[in-house]
């Protein structure tokens, strides 16, 4: 199997942060190997070939057109604002997942 590249898309890669550790640990705690990062919105194009998919923070939604055009044929989504705003982790690498059929 192997292992899955999730990207987070933010205004400037910081605010994704947090969240991104909570999500290592959730998938960390679940066993699953899997790689995820945060990039901010001025470096994301450099990024498109690595991850299986891209998550948009609530902040950045407006991009989802774009990044989606970009990356095709990865999924692209936002993430969950109320997933967002208690930096649920677990939540948000339950959608990651979902959107690549893991």
């Given at each position: 199997m192997f292992m899955k590249k999730v990207m987070l898309i933010c205004s400037a890669g910081m605010s994704t942060s947090l969240l991104v550790s909570k999500m290592q640990k959730a998938a960390a705690a679940r066993g699953i190997e899997i790689e995820i990062w945060a990039v901010g919105t001025a470096g994301f194009k450099n990024e498109l070939a690595k991850p299986d998919?891209?998550?948009?923070?609530?902040?950045?939604?407006?991009?989802?057109?774009?990044?989606?055009?970009?990356?095709?044929?990865?999924?692209?989504?936002?993430?969950?604002?109320?997933?967002?705003?208690?930096?649920?982790?677990?939540?948000?690498?339950?959608?990651?997942?979902?959107?690549?059929?893991?």
């Open positions: 998919v891209i998550l948009l923070g609530p902040q950045v939604r407006f991009m989802k057109d774009e990044v989606a055009k970009l990356a095709a044929p990865k999924p692209v989504e936002v993430i969950d604002m109320r997933s967002y705003g208690k930096v649920d982790g677990e939540g948000v690498l339950n959608q990651a997942l979902k959107l690549i059929g893991a």
